[in-house]
T-cell receptor, first 117, second 113 residues
């Protein structure tokens, strides 16, 4: 039982390049989330998926897209990377058996450290 | 808008000292409250949570937090810290009906042996 896994662990991009961050969970959780963590800013929600087949914008969605590929996987795509997207990206999941998002503990992955030059 | 404030971003203390980290939020309705910890180089883990019931919540590793509704606060405490408690601590709040979990900016805690 690996929990939440993320790939890659580290990535360096040039401005304008694109990439996809992968996230998978093996806990049969309904909801999944993407956050970015910047020094002194805490965690900020980029996008979330309350259940398979749905996605919604969070606090800072500009410059990102997401895909809930199936119940296990939730990917984050940067179409044209910018230096302002240099950050640590965390994926998380939660069970939410009642279907009420945000009412349950979130389990976090190890993070992807992204640098955009 | 829902916001979470954590004070004293950097805290340095010696082993066996007591620790208290403040967390205040801005929403007046029903809330779910969390404290997460991030050890150096690791991902966030849940320390404790409050949904309802006894406002004094006990978590892992000897941590506890008290929900004081009248003060909109959920302060984290540990009576005697260890070097292994060196980490960053995040308070998080969900206001029921709001589609997000708002995180505070974190407290960087360093425990000196």
């Amino acid at each position: 039982n690996a929990g939440v896994t993320q790939t890659p662990k580290f990535q360096v991009l040039k401005t304008g390049q694109s990439m996809t961050l992968q996230c998978a969970q093996d806990m049969n959780h309904n909801s999944m989330y993407w956050y970015r963590q910047d020094p002194g800013m805490g965690l900020r929600l980029i996008y979330y998926s309350a259940s398979e087949g749905t996605t919604d914008k969070g606090e800072v969605p500009n410059g990102y897209n997401v895909s809930r590929l199936n119940k296990r996987e939730f990917s984050l795509r940067l179409e044209s990377a910018a230096p302002s997207q240099t950050s640590v990206y965390f994926c998380a999941s939660s069970e939410n058996p009642s279907g009420i998002v945000w009412a349950d503990e979130q389990f976090f992955g190890p993070g992807t450290r992204l640098t955009v030059l | 808008a829902q916001s979470v404030s954590q004070h004293n971003h950097h805290v340095i203390l010696s082993e066996a000292a007591s620790l208290e980290l403040g967390c205040n939020y801005s929403y007046g309705g029903t809330v779910n409250l969390f404290w997460y910890v991030q050890y150096p180089g690791q991902h966030l883990q849940l320390l404790l949570k409050y949904f309802s019931g006894d406002p004094l919540v006990k978590g892992i590793k000897g941590f506890e937090a008290e929900f004081i509704k009248s003060k909109f606060s959920f302060n984290l405490r540990k009576p005697s810290v260890q070097w292994s408690d060196t980490a960053e601590y995040f308070c998080a709040v969900n206001a029921k009906g709001n589609n997000r979990l708002a995180f505070g900016k974190g407290n960087q805690v360093v425990v000196i042996p």
